[in-house]
């Protein structure tokens, strides 16, 4: 993609002090972060072989960038509301981290509906976490939505990004029980929980060279999967990820 006018205020810290080596990783992140510092964590500790070489924030702000600071990660920020549309957001956005040369784009909390044209342009090399069992709530409201279901199971879902809106296939999935008297925020903290076990587990799956995304198909040491990886049937990664119940 070609510049279109990006406008990032760069924050750059030196990535000389992110630990591990591997594969670069860009991390989009719009609030809170707490998925991109579970990433770190898994880089520092050796579970990704990869570092993350920049976070770039829609939002000003965001909480995240000071997982990012702390780390002395190279962040930006590209601020959605000084772009009159969505394509040249996108455009100036896909600028920006293709300046820092990613292996893959992991998008961790971005709450941006992106182009046909930014998803086409990372495709096969960009991944999503979303809170539901997809293909079950896509979309937004998920706790309260599988509340409301009457399912006794939810959970999180990472999958390559494609154009289809939590659409793309699905790599991994973890999920966890809807307990009596659970609302959405108690629902929503336990998801969390295991996002932070799931996406290191995932990402660092394909760092690794086992997962690749072929045409629709995720595909797990050369043969598509026939449903998505669940992070309970992987015990090193469950065993080795504090935090989760
Ligand atoms: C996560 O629950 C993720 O599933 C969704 O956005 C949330 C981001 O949380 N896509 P955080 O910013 O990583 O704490």
Redesign the pocket.
């Known amino acids: 993609m070609t510049p279109g006018g990006a406008d990032t205020s760069a924050t750059a810290g030196s990535d000389a002090l992110t630990a591990g080596s591997g594969k670069r990783l860009a991390v989009l992140?719009?609030?809170?972060?707490?998925?991109?510092k579970a990433l770190i964590d898994a880089c520092a500790d050796g579970r990704i072989s990869g570092r993350v070489i920049t976070v770039i924030s829609n939002r000003p702000g965001a909480p995240?960038l000071e997982f990012a600071h702390a780390a002395g990660i190279a962040h930006a920020v590209v601020d959605h509301r000084e772009y009159p549309d969505r394509e040249a957001f996108d455009q100036a956005l896909a600028y920006a981290i293709d300046a820092t040369d990613p292996d893959l784009v992991i998008?961790?909390?971005?709450?941006r509906i992106l182009s046909d044209a930014f998803t086409r342009h990372f495709r096969g090399r960009m991944v999503?976490?979303?809170?539901s069992l997809l293909p079950d709530f896509r979309g937004l409201h998920t706790h309260a939505r599988a509340l409301a279901s009457g399912a006794s199971r939810h959970g999180?879902s990472v999958h390559f990004v494609t154009p289809d809106l939590d659409g793309g296939p699905v790599i991994m999935q973890a999920s966890v029980p809807i307990c009596p008297g659970d609302d959405p925020d108690t629902l929503?903290a336990r998801?969390?929980l295991a996002?932070h076990c799931l996406y290191p587990a995932a990402v660092g799956m394909i760092c690794s060279g086992a997962i690749q995304e072929q045409g629709d198909h995720v595909l797990c040491d050369g043969r598509p999967l026939a449903r998505p990886l669940q992070l309970d049937d992987l015990p090193e990664a469950a065993t080795r990820c504090a935090g989760r119940s």
Not at 107 to 111: C, I, N, P, S
Not at 128 to 131: A, E, F, G, L
């Open positions: 992140i719009s609030g809170r972060g707490s998925n991109l995240g998008l961790a909390g971005f709450m999503n976490i979303h809170p999180a929503a998801v969390q996002e």
